[in-house]
């Protein structure tokens, strides 16, 4: 079992609906991220949050919004989504407090199934 | 930039036979690999890493990796492979100039064939 939680596992949402993806971890990692991944393709990065803070967005547009609340908890909250933002959504953690960043890897949950209808 | 190819999109191999999934990279300065496994509707598995050190990489459910640096190469074996085994396979390298970045190959399907 992952040691990286997302909730929920499946969702389906109208284009009007406004949603949320959770992620929790407990490993005391300092970077949290979410990806999306399309079916049979790599994971894409949208966002890295490291010691809390917002450090990379790759250019998600803003009816993807991330939170992280504290140092074990990854939101991202969903706003008129597009049927074709359906894709498995992962959330990922990485680093423990006392190791170098570059050895770090990732730590990844099982996901989220999105359906935007 | 940093980038990791993957030229198979798929590999077959008999049940026991050795297999090879291929990954070559292209970095600047010292390479950080990183091979992760997915299993259909989960998310990806960490297998190994290398960082710096020997060439041959021992990992998870007995994959290895060998460095090759004159080839560039990061390619992922094991001796014996099983039916399990089958799966989506990922080289990655870690952005040395963005390091909390990690860039994906766009995989490879391994099947094991009974």
């Known amino acids: 079992d992952t040691e990286v939680t997302q909730t929920p596992k499946h969702l389906v949402m109208g284009m009007t609906n406004k949603k949320s993806l959770k992620c929790e971890q407990h490993?005391?990692?300092?970077?949290m991220y979410w990806y999306k991944q399309k079916a049979k393709k790599p994971p894409e990065l949208m966002f890295v949050y490291s010691y809390e803070k917002l450090s990379i967005n790759e250019s998600v547009p803003s009816r993807f919004s991330p939170e992280c609340p504290n140092s074990s908890l990854l939101n991202l909250h969903l706003h008129a989504l597009q049927p074709e933002d359906s894709a498995l959504y992962l959330c990922?953690?990485?680093?423990?407090?006392?190791?170098?960043?570059?050895?770090?890897?990732?730590?990844f949950g099982n996901g989220t199934r999105l359906t935007v209808t | 930039a940093q980038s990791v190819a993957q030229p198979e999109d798929q590999v077959n191999v008999a049940e026991g036979n050795p297999l090879t999934v291929k990954c070559t990279y292209s970095?600047?300065?010292?390479?950080?690999l990183f091979w992760y496994v997915q299993y259909p509707n989960r998310g990806l598995q960490f297998l190994l890493k290398?960082?710096?050190?020997?060439?041959l990489v021992k990992g998870s459910y007995g994959f290895e990796a060998e460095f090759n640096k004159s080839q560039t190469s990061f390619h992922l074996k094991k001796p014996s492979a099983l039916v399990s085994d089958s799966a989506l396979y990922f080289c990655?390298?870690?952005?040395?100039?963005?390091?909390?970045?990690?860039?994906f190959g766009k995989g490879t399907r391994l099947h094991i064939l009974p």
């Open positions: 970095v600047s300065g010292n390479p950080y």
């Open positions: 990655a390298v870690r952005d040395m100039n963005r390091d909390d970045k990690i860039i």
């Open positions: 290398y960082i710096t050190g020997d060439n």
């Open positions: 490993m005391g990692h300092r970077a």
């Open positions: 990922a953690s990485s680093q423990d407090p006392e190791g170098s960043s570059y050895n770090s890897p990732l730590h």
